[in-house]
């Protein structure tokens, strides 16, 4: 089935460490991005990516860090320098027909707790 | 960016409509408004989206003022597993891409 898959569902980490999330996506999108949602919380973007080797920051950057070296993947590493990094995080993807009205499609989430 | 904003919280009683209000008074011409919703613990899901008319789909109906500064989500019979937390987005388009901003949005609890 076409979809994105995000890995690991959860994942613990020890303070001082970094950590890579995994994003795939076999549905031919073009743009993908990382949210970051907090309990309670709407959603806040991290990254976002229109096309291969190229992504913009988002509003909460700052101890994070992605790569775009192929299509179908995304991955997004929380480093040491994020001091808060315990939430659950989402990636999405989307056509990019230019300026397009194509909605987002979401995979089901990782969250991320500091041990 | 035009803000939403929307109810913390709704009850709606098993089978009968469910009708979610959002105020965007600033929402400008080229805007278009997103529903998602988000069972817990998993990704948001895309339910419906409009510019000025009004749209249904498979899942809803989106009821959209005329002058475009507030819409309606409507499940019309409304089932316990649309117990989630629906958001309405007006999506930004930047000229780099595009992005959607997610607010709080509303806590809808369907009661048998």
């Known amino acids: 089935d076409g979809g994105i898959t995000q890995s690991p569902k959860y994942l613990f980490r020890k303070e001082g460490q970094n950590v890579t999330l995994s994003c795939e996506q076999n549905?031919?999108?073009?743009?993908m991005y990382w949210y970051r949602q907090d309990p309670g919380q709407g959603l806040r973007l991290i990254y976002y990516?229109?096309?291969?080797?190229?992504?913009q920051k988002g509003d909460i950057a700052e101890g994070y860090s992605v790569s775009r070296e192929k299509k179908e993947s995304f991955p997004l590493t929380v480093t040491s320098a994020q001091k808060n990094p315990t939430a659950f995080y989402l990636c999405?993807?989307?056509?990019?027909?230019?300026?397009?009205?194509?909605?987002?499609?979401f995979g089901d989430g990782t969250r991320l707790s500091i041990l | 960016d035009a803000k939403t904003t929307q109810p913390p919280s709704m009850d709606c009683a098993e089978g009968r409509a469910a009708n979610l209000p959002c105020n965007h008074s600033?929402?400008?011409?080229?805007?278009?408004v997103y529903w998602y919703r988000q069972i817990h613990s998993q990704g948001p899901q895309y339910i419906i989206h409009?510019?000025?008319n009004n749209e249904t789909n498979e899942m809803a109906s989106l009821i959209i003022t005329e002058d475009r500064k507030s819409s309606t989500l409507i499940l019309p019979h409304a089932t316990l597993r649309d117990t989630a937390v629906y958001y309405c987005?007006?999506?930004?388009?930047?000229?780099?891409?595009?992005?959607?901003?997610f607010g709080e949005g509303t806590q809808l609890t369907v009661n048998p």
């Open positions: 600033t929402i400008s011409g080229n805007e278009y």
């Open positions: 999405a993807s989307r056509p990019q027909l230019g300026v397009s009205v194509q909605p987002q499609h």
């Open positions: 409009g510019l000025k």
């Open positions: 549905l031919n999108h073009d743009a």
């Open positions: 987005i007006v999506r930004v388009v930047e000229t780099s891409g595009s992005r959607l901003t």
């Open positions: 990516s229109q096309i291969v080797n190229d992504f």
